[in-house]
């Protein structure tokens, strides 16, 4: 797209007034001495004339943020001006040569995007000294002079010097440097031969390679998407190399101007390429995009091309999105993010796909080729479709789409017959979207089709994804439509809204095949015995369809899920069922990684609120998918262990409950299990080590953690032991520590764990009957994993300074404490809650807040200042958001009863979160 199609974001004279600048170079360097001395007085002059030219097209562009594609235009020209002058001054002052021969002659040439004459604020500056034959010393010495020159303006500059037939045998070779050339534009030099290069261009090498080249572009492009994340929803997207980015539209356009020889979208149309509609909607993304990509230049004051969570909130200001509705307005910046990301990939995938067909010869799969042999090309597929290249076509587009159902079986049938579809077929659907209507909404038919597309065909994630891109899915269900491309600020969640659901159901599929039975063998088994399906699939394509609204996005769901599920087809039963998992969807979740599983009221409560096997079976599949469709690494053996466990009790609790030991004989059970691990013991110790620890360390503590207790009794000491090994079975390092028992270890232990990055996710404390504390952390690192056998000697020499009072763990926390960048703009707000019925003998506290380094050290040490006793800490993180529950005592061994006490907690515990925010920003 050359740069002179449309106008700059400012005049010309005001960005750089070339008479003027000529002017100045003169003056400044008209009583220059050499070289050296020539440059060193013309750098200054250019680099003034650069910075305020920059100057006025970043105040224009802050004027009118959206006015970014006439901003590239100007960078381009601006760019060109001083390539000019510099290309002018190393000629005629430095190298001056007045009659240069023929082979002296040279063009310097833009190639890539600077060729295109697009330029964001920071762009590199790609250049091609183009020579008739081998170098001649004179021209070195000029594009010597040039690449230093504006390498002491700062410019970023990548070059090349070859002569024609360098560049057609290289870019023959190398399909960079083939695409490169594609985009070369004359800046300055000689014209004659920056001609010659585009006709031998033309009509040596692009003529006759147009389908090699669509290959090596496809295949180019999925090595890009699949480096910058995969999915075209990544919350921290790439602008310009991710899925839905500025470098897919260039693909388009470079495959367009390779075969058709066309320049920008307007000439597209013109060539049957795109239609109108089709180049109003790419035009409208790619305006946004390079709006998007401007501002990020600018607010770094480099070339920055990822939309970190920083910068979104920056950007979504600049261009004018607000708080509304209940979304903050970054989250409305990033939905029409994702909306106009989703269109660039929806347009470009029906055109790269079509040209795929066309001109690149693939090799069909045995299916199709089968299929083709016994049915005469046809495929045995329904009345209307077609085997069109291998994809799956329509015969007659009027009659295809005078009826929205034909749309609804097309995706069946694509997704049951393993074929991709025709891009004639995805434009039909998508130009006839308005055809969707109220009535087709409450088609039984339309909803029969869309239960079978999700039920009958091996993974729907593919006909899903599709049919979300193509905008059908969310015009068949507007309460999806809603979420599409809707962004949840936080640091938890990997993708939108619509691209988790998606993702939650292929795991869904996953499991029903049988293919994660290793991963995740409880509810691999639970659905092997059989679950009603069609509840399961409604439960989780609707479970998160609440949010963005007002108020708990849980509930708001149950109400959308009441209204969606009978239209769906469900039965009464089944409508009551998907609503309640809805509205319950994050329950099991909530209480596996916020409550003590080892206390039996945490399961008897969890199962009173569940009340049937049926449900049970439903939400610890509903909760698995949840969890694994946050994002790749969310998932971990810590949170199996906790849902296997929470689904073991709650079961057993809905049943006979004849598998569920009573406290007195689980707390026998230890015991015995202690000492048959402890057979070298003599019967006295054994006996000594089983009498002095009370019922709560048997039923709090695991039998591995009984067995390193015990043994580091063996060498306790006045001072303090510790045993530091991994727990495999949890994806965690467990920490145990035994020493003498005062107010305040607890907190002590969690500053020292939260100074070598260590991140506690289960922690408890229990007192012996002879006065001795024994601890046990399990802790992970920043990833989410065991820590590395390397660090450990680290961790214990910390934890050893820590004891000993050599090193001060509040104070090393705040000069270490301070959030990231990226980090400080996520809104967690603090809630407190006291639940005195959670429990038989503890008061559960429950502090939800904003994550931070030694936030369980300031909470602990608070409690332990309000003469509060810990016993045991449950900790779950969600990105920027910790949820610490603590089950604790007063002194006398109570609950807290008194709400005065309560309140006075609360409010010890909100003054260290907020003196900790204060001192982390």
């Not at 409208?284 to 607010?299: D, G, I, K, N």
């Not at 507007?478 to 939108?496: D, K, L, S």
């Not at 659901?501 to 292929?506: A, D, E, L, R, V």
Request: hydrophobic share 45%; glycine share 8%.
């Amino acid at each position: 797209m050359d740069m002179m199609m449309g106008g700059l974001i400012g005049s010309p004279n005001a960005i750089l007034d070339g008479k003027a600048l000529e002017r100045a170079l003169v003056a400044a360097t008209q009583d220059g001495t050499d070289l050296a001395d020539l440059r060193a007085r013309a750098v200054p002059v250019l680099a003034t004339a650069l910075q305020e030219g920059r100057a006025v097209i970043a105040a224009a562009l802050e004027a009118d943020p959206f006015a970014a594609r006439s901003a590239t235009r100007a960078y381009s020209w601006l760019t060109d001006q001083i390539v000019r002058a510099v290309l002018d001054f190393a000629q005629t002052r430095l190298h001056p040569n007045p009659m240069p021969t023929a082979s002296q002659r040279l063009s310097v040439l833009g190639v890539g995007g600077y060729g295109r004459g697009e330029m964001a604020p920071f762009s590199d500056v790609d250049l091609l000294f183009l020579t008739p034959y081998k170098q001649t010393a004179w021209g070195e010495s000029v594009i010597e002079s040039v690449l230093y020159t504006l390498w002491d303006l700062k410019m970023k500059v990548g070059h090349a010097t070859r002569t024609i037939d360098d560049c057609l045998r290289l870019a023959a070779e190398d399909i960079t440097i083939r695409t490169a050339l594609l985009e070369h534009r004359r800046i300055c030099g000689d014209a004659a031969l920056a001609r010659l290069l585009t006709q031998k261009l033309w009509r040596n090498l692009f003529r006759n390679t147009g389908p090699e080249f669509i290959e090596q572009k496809l295949e180019e492009r999925a090595q890009r998407h699949s480096r910058n994340g995969g999915a075209r929803y990544v919350v921290e997207p790439n602008v310009k190399e991710g899925k839905g980015g500025l470098r897919d539209l260039q693909t388009l356009y470079w495959i367009a101007k390779y075969l058709n020889n066309v320049e920008g979208g307007a000439a597209m149309v013109k060539a049957g390429v795109l239609r109108d509609d089709e180049f109003e909607v790419l035009d409208q993304a790619e305006s946004f995009l390079w709006t998007v990509r401007c501002q990020l230049h600018l607010l770094n004051g480099r070339a920055t091309e990822q939309l970190t969570f920083n910068n979104q909130v920056d950007v979504a200001a600049r261009l004018g999105f607000i708080d509304h509705d209940g979304m903050r307005g970054v989250e409305w910046f990033m939905q029409s993010y994702f909306l106009h990301a989703k269109d660039v990939g929806e347009l470009t995938r029906v055109f790269l796909s079509g040209l795929e067909a066309q001109h690149v010869k693939k090799r069909a799969s045995l299916g199709t080729t089968l299929r083709n042999a016994f049915t005469f090309g046809r495929g045995g597929l329904p009345e209307g479709f077609n085997l069109t290249h291998g994809r799956l076509n329509v015969d007659d587009k009027k009659v295809f789409a005078s009826d929205p159902r034909n749309f609804m079986e097309l995706f069946e049938e694509a997704l049951k017959t393993e074929t991709l579809i025709h891009p004639d077929a995805m434009r039909v659907v998508a130009r006839n979207l308005d055809m969707i209507d109220e009535n087709f909404i409450h088609d039984p038919r339309a909803n029969e089709i869309f239960m079978e597309l999700l039920l009958d065909h091996n993974n729907p994630e593919r006909a899903l994804r599709r049919m979300n891109e193509l905008g059908f899915l969310g015009a068949f269900m507007p309460e999806f439509g809603r979420i599409v491309a809707m962004m949840q600020f936080n640091m938890y969640h990997a993708y939108t809204v619509d691209e988790h659901t998606i993702q939650c159901i292929s795991v869904l599929a996953q499991l029903e095949a049988g293919a994660l039975v290793e991963d995740l063998p409880v509810a691999s088994g639970i659905l092997k015995r059989g679950v009603n399906r069609r509840v399961m699939y409604v439960a989780l394509m609707l479970h998160d369809i609440g949010k963005g609204l007002p108020g708990d996005h849980a509930l708001a769901g149950a109400e959308i899920a009441r209204k969606v599920a009978p239209r769906l087809g469900l039965e009464p039963g089944e409508v009551d069922t998907v609503v309640w998992l809805v509205e319950n969807h994050l329950l099991m979740s909530d209480v596996a990684q916020k409550r003590d599983l080892s206390d039996p009221r945490t399961a008897q409560d969890f199962a009173r609120q569940v009340k049937s096997v049926t449900r049970l079976n439903l939400l610890t599949v509903l909760t698995v998918c949840d969890i694994r469709g946050v994002g790749p690494t969310t998932w971990n053996n810590w949170k199996a262990m906790l849902l296997r466990d929470l689904h073991a009790q709650a079961l057993d609790c809905l049943t006979d409950g004849s598998q569920t030991a009573s406290a007195k004989e689980r707390e026998a059970e230890a015991k015995a299990a202690l000492r048959a691990a402890l057979q070298g013991w003599d019967a006295a110790a054994l006996d000594a080590e089983c009498a002095r620890h009370y019922p709560p360390y048997w039923l709090g503590f695991d039998g591995e953690t009984h067995q390193i207790f015990a043994e580091m009794s063996l060498s306790q000491t006045e001072g303090a032991s510790s045993s530091i090994t991994q727990d495999p079975a949890r994806d965690a390092t467990r920490a145990c520590f035994m020493m003498a028992d005062h107010p305040g270890i607890f907190a002590r232990l969690a500053g020292a764990l939260a100074l070598v990055g260590a991140n506690v996710v289960d922690a408890r404390t229990y007192t012996s009957s002879d006065g001795v504390a024994t601890a046990a952390f399990w802790i992970q690192d920043a990833e989410g994993h065991p820590f590395e056998v390397s660090r450990l000697t680290r961790l214990r020499r910390m934890i050893d300074k820590i004891l000993k009072g050599e090193v001060i763990a509040r104070d090393e926390l705040q000069s270490r404490g301070k959030l990231k960048k990226r980090e400080q703009e996520f809104r967690v707000p603090t809630t407190i809650s006291f639940d005195n019925e959670g429990s038989e003998i503890y008061t559960i506290i429950e502090v939800d807040t904003r994550d931070r380094l030694g936030l369980l050290h300031d909470l602990a040490r608070t409690l332990t200042a309000c003469n509060v006793s810990i016993s045991s800490a449950i900790i779950a993180t969600f990105g920027a958001q910790a949820v610490d529950s603590f089950y604790v005592k007063d002194l006398f061994g109570h609950k807290l009863h008194s709400e005065s006490r309560r309140k006075q907690v609360e409010m010890r515990l909100r003054e260290a979160i907020d003196a900790g925010r204060e001192a982390i920003t």
